[in-house]
């Protein structure tokens, strides 16, 4: 299988800056998500995406996230007016259609200060 | 709401022995369950995944189980070796289709000492 691709590898921001966290290349006919992992504690669900839609939401993902393909290969995770507990690892993952293996990605480390 | 427990949160073992590693689950009603390795600062690589309707699932030194009804599922190394050294992680996955989706465990520390 593919690997998944995260850009950037670390992210350092000011409280309240956006940021655009990426997952890159992308291929079709495929589901893909984006979990956080805050230092210490659990991987946690943020979003599903499929056919340029969200499948599902938890409800971590409030009006602060949106995740959009805005060039069709590039999944992004926008985080608009970041605070300080939104520093985390950010994990994109991939799964084919037709099967129910997750493919991670290696993370984007996000630091608001 | 699925809860997911990994326990014990951390072990060390000498090279060779084999171990099991814990995972309970609150929901019994999952699509599958999958297993996986993270090293320090990385991602999350799939080691094993058990079907709801399997009981078991091996890979090489690896083995899973899985009882839905107790909510259990185990991971078991056999020989293990300073190379598995790791987080690893139980992750139960809820519905199929677009509204699949994982629950994780907090995960289990090993350190496998030469």
């Known amino acids: 299988e593919p690997e998944v691709t995260q850009t950037p590898s670390h992210q350092v921001t000011q409280m309240g800056q956006e940021v655009i966290l990426r997952c890159v290349p992308i291929?079709?006919?495929?589901?893909f998500y984006w979990y956080r992992q805050i230092l210490g504690q659990k991987v946690e669900f943020l979003v599903s995406f499929y056919n340029n839609e969200i499948s599902e939401k938890s409800e971590i993902f409030d009006d602060q996230f949106s995740v959009e393909r805005p060039d069709g290969s590039n999944f992004t995770l926008k985080i608009r007016s970041t605070k300080l507990e939104d520093s985390a690892m950010y994990f994109c993952?991939?799964?084919?259609?037709?099967?129910?293996?997750?493919?991670f990605g290696p993370g984007t480390r996000l630091t608001v200060l | 709401k699925q809860e997911v427990t990994q326990i014990p949160a951390a072990l060390s073992v000498p090279e060779g022995e084999n171990l099991v590693l814990n995972c309970s689950f609150t929901?019994?009603?999952?699509?599958?369950l999958q297993w996986f390795r993270q090293d320090p600062g990385k991602g999350l690589t799939s080691l094993l995944l058990?079907?709801?309707?399997?009981r078991e699932q091996t890979s090489g030194r690896l083995n899973a189980s899985l009882d839905k009804s107790s909510g259990r599922s185990t991971l078991y190394i056999a020989a293990s070796q300073p190379g598995d050294s790791a987080t690893y992680l139980c992750?139960?996955?809820?519905?199929?289709?677009?509204?699949?989706?994982?629950?994780f465990g907090k995960g289990t520390l090993l350190t496998v000492n030469p």
């Open positions: 992750a139960a996955a809820a519905g199929g289709g677009s509204n699949y989706k994982l629950t």
């Open positions: 929901d019994s009603a999952i699509y599958n």
């Open positions: 058990i079907q709801s309707s399997q």
């Open positions: 291929s079709n006919h495929l589901y």
């Open positions: 993952a991939r799964r084919t259609l037709g099967t129910d293996t997750q493919y």
